[in-house]
């Protein structure tokens, strides 16, 4: 009977912690893993509304049709957003939980929303601006910066700790800037062709020179697509392609034999998640 009792006086705490609702709300990876790291040890919960499978192109429309009712149930009693509004007008996160809550803040990553606040560096591509800011180093450092000062400002009693939390991270991404430069320079990736649209960031950022870009399928690419592909592999035999998707055997037969593969993941999609442990895990590159 004592044993019963001591179960069901715990029992309640259990179910309050697992229903408690979300404080911050985010619909990337990037913007989850500034706001989860940002907010360690402070009590604070966040929650990144996308299916695991949506890619950032498909997040909208999920916004709209098979997800509105949980955006609306997670989104009456939160606090903030975290979007990327700035570079992604697409983003519909903010929108979205305003229509439900109308007390709700957003936190641009992208843009401090300030007069003359700062903002991420972007690259104009013919679509508009690419959204894939958070592969660069620098600009995830930016954004760290911004979320850090909006989220003190929200949450003043836990100031202190969201700036401990602020500069742990930021001793990781400076680590992961230094090691992914030391493994790019080490393995020779310098010259590149690009075979993903969202790989421009990355290039940008790491100072690669392009040399080509190919975005189309593997299954349309045509006997003019290799041929050009090989006339700049003859030019420069040690170019190095960089592809979003795995190298696989049809990948591999499209390209050059021996060509110098590295695939970058573009962090677009829930996926396997974040860890709160190695948050910065799937930012780094893998080089044989």
């Known amino acids: 009977m004592r044993q019963l009792l001591i179960l069901l006086l715990f029992i309640p705490s259990l179910v309050s912690a697992n229903e408690r609702k979300a404080d911050i709300l985010t619909t990337l990876p990037a913007t989850f893993m500034l706001a989860q790291q940002l907010t360690l040890d402070t009590g604070l919960v966040v929650k990144n509304l996308a299916p695991t499978r ?8 999920w916004f709209s049709n098979q997800g509105a009712d949980e955006v609306e149930a997670c989104t009456t009693e939160a606090t903030a957003v975290v979007t990327l509004g700035s570079v992604w007008p697409a983003d519909p996160l903010f929108l979205h939980a305003r229509e439900h809550n109308i007390k709700i803040i957003n936190i641009d990553a992208g ?14 591509l013919k ?6 800011v958070w592969l660069s180093n620098a600009n995830l450092l930016l ?8 989220l003190k400002r929200l949450w003043p009693q836990h100031e202190k700790q969201i700036h401990n939390n602020y500069g742990a991270l930021r001793n990781q991404m400076m680590a992961l800037a230094t090691n992914q430069q030391a493994s790019l320079i080490n393995a020779g990736v ?4 690009l075979l993903d649209e969202a790989l421009e960031d990355f290039a940008v950022a790491n100072d690669l020179f392009v040399l080509d870009r190919q975005f189309k399928p593997n299954l349309d690419w045509n006997e ?10 003859k030019e420069e035999p040690d170019v190095w392609f960089l592809t979003t998707r795995t190298a696989n055997r049809q990948l591999l037969a499209l390209l050059p034999k021996g060509a110098n593969v590295l695939r970058i993941e573009p962090i677009n999609r829930w996926g396997r998640g974040i860890s709160p442990e190695t948050p910065l895990e799937r930012w780094q590159i893998q080089l044989d």
Do not use: C, H, W
């Open 54 to 61: 949506y890619g950032i192109e498909r997040l909208p429309g």
């Open 111 to 124: 843009q401090a929303l300030l007069p003359n606040g700062q903002s991420v560096a972007t690259l104009q």
């Open 127 to 132: 679509q508009g601006i690419s959204p894939y």
């Open 143 to 150: 954004m760290a910066e911004i979320v850090t000062t909006d």
């Open 190 to 193: 310098d010259a590149v062709i």
């Open 224 to 233: 003019n697509d290799q041929q050009a592909i090989k006339e700049v592999v």
